[in-house]
């Protein structure tokens, strides 16, 4: 099927490209509008009992949320003297009713509630915002941020704090790095790439399918967000996977058409004949690679919270953008380039030949000697894999809050001065219906007897509702907080029902909400990576192993990102607070990206060594030549990839800092303990089990399967080849 294809570009290259060119330019002028259709919230879960809380007690009682801490500080006045409260009035009545439902300032509050500093040179004042969804809030507070500065010449200094101050400083911050990452990551890679390549020519062919999967993949996105809610989040996956799936799939693509030209030099249509294999081959693995990693990124739309979901789409519009541009795109520009891909070779590299040993070489020897004693390198590299992994065993989970922030960021900077007041404490709503005075009293006693320092207070009743605020002393994101939550919740009225709220509540909520769609998730991943992976290779053997084998990797990142992200190391080196837990929904998305960016090296390790197997049946040639045929390949794309993650690690947010991290972890091992140690010696280990199937899936792959074989059966070595597809 794909060498039909190839076949095709290599008689119509110009017109495939100038349809690509018009595609590209439409969706540059169309996707540049995205940004102002992108939700900047979406880290809930609807359907959750602390947003069901939270929006009945909003229906009933109004917001009473404390959305928005102003600080106001003076190292001369205190909150009493007339000129500080004269200029806090003047900033509370300045503000716009359209967007603020409720204002507290400290003069308006009883003593009691804490707003007056202890030493009396800083005062707050809480204000509760309007709106229905996150973004309406986000909104809200964007109206209602720049009014909160003390008038000029009142001396005061102003610091803002609470939930809606740390979103936006978030998606600003992201925003920022997200520029700077792309500034530094897409230099390096021309430049890595002219070293790989060794020509200037073929060094840019990464740079351009990236771009062109970024241009894309927006367009997509943009066209998304007419029909459903797509958050902001999704323009960091989608430059991370769009540059560095381009990188990858171009690599692959540009290295077996500069091999297939170096094999015919002196046939006259061996342009023609190098892209119809070049697709046949390598535009088999983007094809199936592309596929996988779609595949896995899809399992992140079973998640209610819309986060992760957009993740899955930018992710999804991603790959599929990069995988097209490698299959179009990028033959065509090939065909018209020809030989002329090794335009501008470097000087010292003139004369190297650009086509790889089939079984000679570094890596085939490599591969030889892990097969030799493959139980003893299995064994070994296990105990270590595992022994990396072993810290995410006492992994605890929490939620986003201002520590996710550099410590210069502004809403970081207040929430560390409201320390100033006093000791930190959390709080829970409860919403109590159809309960009567005296079973009201009995739950706050309750409430506030689930441990020392608890209070619980009635704060506003209506109707059939009352409304209970519990407070109690520390971090509302740590385990004893989440617990002091289930223990509320397993609290039940007499006559009549409670529902908890709050930002712990919510932390659970999501917790509860990950646990619950996670197996489902898994079964998505897995179930879909043996039906694709059947097809590629015919075997039920390797699926498996392959599961297996990136289950090492990710794991292997889990407890690295656990070691340092969670237990608190390397924290002064790369410039973060530890919280002292790891978000619980940034696993989840490593999850998905790592496991389709494992399988991309995995598809193309095991395109090769099947290639070599149809033609030899031969187990330990076929995995020598496949080693061999890809390491130099593999291990280039793993650089540039890794020059990519990379740049995103240097993000001031912790959570893309450790989302780069972790990827950074699980992309080297996967690309030198597992493809150069694990696979050879498992797949020694498995001998001719390797291609195994029920014979009725065998014969039906036979009959269907997308598969490679030599063109004349009498010349095994052959390189030009013909594939067989689905129909």
């Given at each position: 099927?794909?060498?039909?294809?190839?076949?095709?570009?290599?008689?119509?290259s110009?017109?495939?490209?100038?349809?690509?060119?018009?595609?590209?330019?439409?969706?540059?002028?169309?996707?540049?509008?995205?940004?102002?259709?992108?939700?900047?919230?979406?880290f809930?879960?609807?359907?959750?009992?602390?947003?069901?809380?939270?929006?009945?007690?909003?229906d009933?009682?109004?917001?009473?949320?404390?959305?928005?801490?102003?600080?106001?500080?003076?190292?001369?006045?205190?909150?009493?003297?007339?000129?500080?409260?004269?200029?806090?009035?003047?900033?509370?009545?300045?503000?716009?009713?359209?967007?603020?439902?409720?204002?507290?300032?400290?003069?308006?509050?009883?003593?009691?509630?804490?707003?007056?500093?202890?030493?009396?040179?800083e005062?707050?004042?809480?204000?509760?915002?309007?709106?229905?969804?996150?973004?309406?809030?986000?909104?809200?507070?964007?109206?209602?941020?720049?009014?909160l500065?003390?008038?000029?010449?009142?001396?005061?200094?102003?610091?803002?704090?609470?939930?809606?101050?740390?979103?936006?400083?978030?998606?600003?911050?992201?925003?920022?790095?997200?520029?700077?990452?792309?500034?530094?990551?897409?230099?390096?890679?021309?430049?890595?790439?002219?070293?790989?390549?060794?020509?200037?020519?073929?060094?840019?062919?990464?740079?351009?399918?990236?771009?062109?999967?970024?241009?894309?993949?927006?367009?997509?996105?943009?066209?998304?967000?007419?029909?459903?809610?797509?958050?902001?989040?999704?323009?960091?996956?989608?430059?991370?996977?769009?540059?560095?799936?381009?990188?990858?799939?171009?690599?692959?693509?540009?290295?077996?058409f500069?091999?297939?030209?170096?094999?015919?030099?002196?046939?006259?249509?061996?342009?023609?004949?190098?892209?119809?294999?070049?697709?046949?081959?390598?535009?088999?693995?983007?094809l199936?690679?592309?596929?996988?990693?779609?595949?896995?990124?899809?399992?992140?739309?079973?998640?209610?919270?819309?986060?992760?979901?957009?993740?899955?789409?930018?992710?999804?519009?991603?790959?599929?953008?990069?995988?097209?541009?490698?299959?179009?795109?990028l033959?065509?520009?090939?065909?018209?380039l020809?030989?002329?891909?090794?335009?501008?070779r470097?000087?010292?590299?003139?004369?190297?030949?650009?086509?790889?040993?089939?079984?000679?070489?570094?890596?085939?020897?490599?591969?030889?000697?892990?097969?030799?004693?493959?139980?003893?390198?299995?064994?070994?590299?296990?105990?270590?894999?595992?022994?990396?992994?072993a810290?995410?065993?006492?992994?605890?989970?929490?939620?986003?809050?201002?520590?996710?922030?550099?410590?210069?960021?502004?809403?970081?900077?207040?929430?560390?001065?409201?320390?100033?007041f006093?000791?930190?404490?959390?709080?829970?709503?409860?919403?109590?219906?159809?309960?009567?005075?005296?079973?009201?009293?009995?739950?706050?006693?309750?409430?506030?007897?689930?441990?020392?320092?608890?209070?619980?207070?009635?704060?506003?009743?209506?109707?059939?509702?009352?409304?209970?605020?519990?407070?109690?002393?520390?971090?509302?994101?740590?385990?004893?907080?989440?617990?002091?939550?289930?223990?509320?919740?397993?609290?039940?009225?007499?006559?009549?029902t409670?529902?908890?709220?709050?930002?712990t509540?919510?932390?659970?909520?999501?917790?509860?909400?990950v646990?619950?769609?996670?197996?489902?998730?898994?079964?998505?991943?897995?179930?879909?990576?043996?039906?694709?992976?059947?097809?590629?290779?015919?075997?039920?053997?390797?699926?498996?192993?392959?599961?297996?084998?990136?289950?090492?990797?990710?794991?292997?990142?889990?407890?690295?990102?656990?070691?340092?992200f969670?237990?608190?190391?390397?924290?002064?080196?790369?410039?973060?607070?530890?919280?002292?837990?790891?978000?619980?929904?940034?696993?989840?998305?490593?999850?998905?990206?790592?496991?389709?960016?494992?399988?991309?090296?995995?598809?193309f390790?095991?395109?090769?060594?099947?290639?070599?197997?149809?033609?030899?049946?031969?187990?330990?040639?076929?995995?020598?030549?496949?080693?061999q045929?890809?390491?130099?390949?593999?291990?280039?794309?793993?650089?540039?990839?890794?020059?990519?993650?990379?740049?995103?690690?240097?993000?001031?947010?912790?959570?893309?800092?450790m989302?780069?991290?972790?990827?950074?972890?699980?992309?080297?091992?996967?690309?030198?303990?597992?493809?150069?140690?694990?696979?050879?010696?498992?797949?020694?280990?498995?001998?001719?089990?390797?291609?195994?199937?029920?014979?009725?899936?065998?014969?039906?792959?036979?009959?269907?399967?997308?598969?490679?074989?030599?063109?004349?059966?009498?010349?095994?070595?052959?390189?030009?080849?013909?594939?067989t597809?689905?129909?």
């Amino acid at each position: 099927m794909l060498d039909r294809w190839g076949a095709f570009v290599a008689r119509h290259s110009r017109s495939v490209l100038a349809l690509g060119v018009l595609v590209v330019v439409a969706a540059a002028l169309y996707g540049t509008g995205v940004f102002d259709h992108l939700s900047r919230g979406g880290f809930d879960d609807p359907g959750a009992e602390g947003r069901q809380e939270l929006a009945q007690e909003r229906d009933i009682f109004g917001n009473r949320a404390a959305d928005v801490v102003a600080i106001y500080s003076s190292d001369d006045l205190t909150a009493d003297s007339p000129a500080f409260r004269s200029a806090v009035t003047e900033v509370v009545d300045g503000l716009p009713a359209d967007a603020v439902a409720r204002v507290t300032p400290y003069f308006a509050a009883p003593a009691s509630a804490g707003l007056v500093s202890p030493d009396g040179h800083e005062a707050q004042v809480v204000i509760s915002l309007k709106g229905v969804t996150q973004d309406d809030f986000l909104d809200s507070y964007d109206e209602v941020k720049p009014l909160l500065a003390a008038p000029d010449g009142s001396g005061l200094r102003t610091d803002v704090a609470g939930e809606y101050a740390v979103y936006s400083d978030v998606n600003t911050i992201t925003s920022e790095d997200l520029s700077r990452a792309e500034m530094i990551s897409m230099p390096l890679v021309i430049l890595l790439a002219l070293l790989i390549f060794g020509s200037l020519v073929a060094s840019t062919m990464p740079a351009l399918v990236g771009v062109v999967a970024m241009t894309g993949a927006l367009a997509v996105v943009r066209l998304l967000t007419t029909l459903t809610d797509v958050s902001v989040f999704s323009v960091n996956v989608i430059s991370l996977l769009g540059i560095g799936l381009a990188i990858d799939y171009a690599l692959f693509v540009i290295s077996r058409f500069r091999e297939e030209l170096a094999a015919r030099p002196d046939d006259p249509d061996a342009v023609a004949a190098a892209i119809r294999v070049t697709m046949g081959t390598a535009g088999r693995t983007v094809l199936f690679s592309g596929l996988t990693v779609a595949a896995a990124l899809s399992s992140l739309l079973i998640f209610p919270q819309m986060f992760l979901r957009s993740m899955g789409y930018g992710g999804i519009a991603a790959v599929v953008i990069a995988m097209l541009a490698s299959l179009t795109v990028l033959p065509a520009v090939l065909v018209l380039l020809g030989r002329r891909i090794d335009a501008g070779r470097l000087p010292w590299l003139r004369h190297r030949p650009v086509s790889v040993a089939d079984d000679g070489g570094r890596w085939a020897a490599l591969a030889r000697g892990v097969m030799k004693r493959p139980v003893a390198v299995l064994a070994v590299t296990v105990v270590v894999l595992l022994a990396v992994a072993a810290p995410f065993l006492g992994v605890r989970w929490a939620s986003v809050d201002d520590r996710v922030l550099p410590s210069d960021a502004p809403a970081r900077v207040a929430a560390d001065r409201l320390l100033d007041f006093g000791p930190e404490t959390s709080t829970a709503s409860v919403l109590l219906r159809g309960v009567d005075r005296p079973a009201v009293q009995d739950y706050v006693a309750d409430a506030a007897a689930l441990g020392d320092g608890i209070t619980a207070d009635v704060v506003a009743r209506k109707g059939d509702a009352t409304l209970v605020r519990v407070a109690w002393p520390g971090n509302g994101q740590t385990e004893a907080s989440q617990d002091l939550v289930r223990d509320l919740r397993a609290i039940h009225p007499e006559g009549g029902t409670a529902m908890v709220g709050g930002i712990t509540a919510d932390t659970v909520d999501l917790l509860d909400s990950v646990g619950a769609h996670l197996p489902w998730m898994g079964m998505i991943v897995v179930g879909v990576m043996m039906v694709l992976l059947f097809v590629a290779f015919g075997s039920l053997v390797l699926p498996l192993k392959a599961v297996v084998m990136n289950a090492f990797s990710i794991t292997a990142s889990f407890g690295v990102i656990t070691w340092i992200f969670s237990d608190g190391h390397l924290t002064n080196l790369l410039g973060f607070t530890s919280a002292g837990a790891l978000d619980a929904t940034n696993p989840i998305l490593m999850l998905a990206i790592l496991f389709g960016l494992s399988m991309d090296y995995e598809v193309f390790l095991l395109s090769r060594i099947r290639e070599q197997w149809d033609r030899t049946h031969d187990n330990r040639q076929a995995v020598a030549t496949g080693v061999q045929k890809t390491g130099r390949i593999i291990t280039s794309a793993a650089v540039l990839l890794a020059v990519v993650i990379g740049a995103f690690a240097t993000s001031g947010i912790v959570f893309m800092k450790m989302l780069g991290v972790g990827m950074l972890v699980a992309l080297l091992v996967d690309a030198t303990v597992v493809r150069a140690l694990m696979v050879p010696a498992t797949m020694r280990l498995l001998g001719r089990w390797n291609w195994w199937a029920p014979t009725p899936l065998r014969r039906w792959w036979e009959r269907h399967g997308f598969r490679e074989e030599p063109a004349d059966p009498h010349q095994p070595g052959a390189r030009d080849m013909i594939v067989t597809g689905v129909g």
